[in-house]
């Protein structure tokens, strides 16, 4: 006869788990969100902002599996064309609407409605994101030095090869770990986020959207 375990024996396991989720989630987060509001044509600290508030919110509201916390590199692609005719009033005003909509297919339950999108469509699409993505993310690469390119192999072995060793870390926060002890203490000449772009020094204030009518 077996004892069913006690949900408080894995508490520790738990929480260990999430804390270092969310480590590799807030040091990714920072570039990843100036890399995206570089690709959308906007400043970096409205992505960081909005990024900020996102996580804010989702933290106090309660998520669920697969739900997007962050910065997205879809959305980024389908406002850098709204930025680029219409300006940054749009983009907030369009990104409110956005929020009211999903309110809205929300309360009316219309998310039954993706089981009729085919799984071809949806890996298309994914695919198809993943090389704008990388296509956006490439001059980055090409315009490193040779210290930046070694640095850039280095983390790829790191994520490859780590979880070969031990499993309890995730291997993407040991290459930041890593790497940036390297970059420091060897005073390499490599680009910094803050070389993206400018990042805030205070909270942001609440403001509605200057659209004309």
Not at 97 to 104: E, K, R, S, T
Not at 148 to 165: C, E, K, S, T
Not at 180 to 199: C, D, N, P, R, W
Request: aromatic share 8%; net charge positive.
């Amino acid at each position: 006869m077996t004892s069913a375990k006690s949900p408080k024996a894995n508490l520790p396991v738990y929480v260990t788990r999430e804390l270092l989720a969310g480590m590799v989630a807030t040091f990714a987060l920072i570039p990843e969100v100036i890399a995206f509001s570089s690709v959308a044509g906007i400043d970096p600290q409205v992505g960081l902002y909005a990024s900020f508030v996102i996580g804010l919110v989702i933290a106090f509201s309660g998520g669920r599996p697969a739900m997007i916390s962050a910065a997205a590199g879809s959305v980024a692609l389908v406002a850098a064309a709204l930025v680029h005719g219409h300006g940054l009033q749009y983009l907030l005003a369009a990104g409110i609407l956005a929020g009211v909509f999903q309110i809205i297919f929300g309360l009316l339950r219309l998310s039954i409605l993706m089981r009729f999108v085919a799984r071809p469509v949806r890996t298309g699409f994914v695919n198809a994101l993943a090389i704008l993505i990388f296509s956006a993310q490439l001059p980055q690469i090409l315009g490193a030095n040779t210290q930046g390119l070694i640095l850039i192999g280095l983390g790829l072995v790191i994520i490859y090869a780590a979880p070969r060793l031990i499993r309890s870390i995730p291997s993407p926060l040991i290459a930041i770990v890593i790497l940036t002890l390297i970059s420091h203490f060897f005073h390499l000449q490599v680009k910094t986020v803050a070389e993206l772009g400018q990042l805030p020094l205070t909270l942001p204030h609440w403001a509605l959207p200057d659209v004309p009518h």
